[in-house]
C-alpha cells in the first residue's frame, strides 16, 4: 500500500495494533501528561465513524456506548477497514478488522451496520 504514503509504511497484525492502542490509550507511549492532552476531547468523529457517539481527541477519538467508553481510532483504504480501542488504564481493548473498505457511502450499507453492530458487541464484549 506504499501508494497512499505513510498509511502503508507499516505492516502488522491486530495483536500489533491491540497491543498499540492499549499504550497508547493508558499513556504508556508518549507519558500520562500528553495522554490527558490527546484525550480531551471536542465535537467530531472519526471516519469511519466508531461505536456509540463519537468524539474527537488529538488523534484519538472518545467511543461512549451503552456499556462504557473507550479511546481510539478507525481507519481504512481500500482492502482495509479498522476499529482499535482501550479503557483509559489500558486493561481493556477490542480490535475489529476486516478485509473490505467500508464507510457511510463506501461498500454495502448493510455491510457497514453489521461492521459497526459487530464493533458495539466487541466493546461490550471487552468491557464486561
Keep these: ?8 509504511g507499516i505492516v502488522s497484525s491486530p495483536r500489533d495494533l491491540d497491543r498499540f492502542i492499549r499504550a497508547d490509550v493508558s499513556g504508556a507511549l508518549a507519558g500520562r501528561r500528553l495522554s490527558r492532552r490527546q484525550l480531551r476531547v471536542v465535537k467530531g468523529a472519526s471516519d469511519p465513524p466508531g461505536p456509540g457517539r463519537n468524539a474527537a481527541g488529538l488523534a484519538i477519538f472518545r467511543y461512549r456506548t451503552p456499556c462504557g467508553t473507550v479511546f481510539g481510532h478507525t481507519g481504512n483504504i481500500p482492502g482495509y477497514t479498522q476499529f482499535a480501542a482501550a479503557t483509559r488504564n489500558g486493561h481493556r481493548s477490542v480490535t475489529v478488522s476486516v478485509n473490505t473498505q467500508l464507510t457511510r457511502g ?3 450499507p448493510q455491510a457497514f451496520a453489521a461492521l459497526r453492530h459487530a464493533e458495539l458487541v466487541a466493546v461490550c464484549a471487552a468491557l464486561r
Design 1 to 8: 500500500m506504499s501508494t497512499v504514503w505513510a498509511a502503508g
Design 106 to 108: 463506501i461498500g454495502s
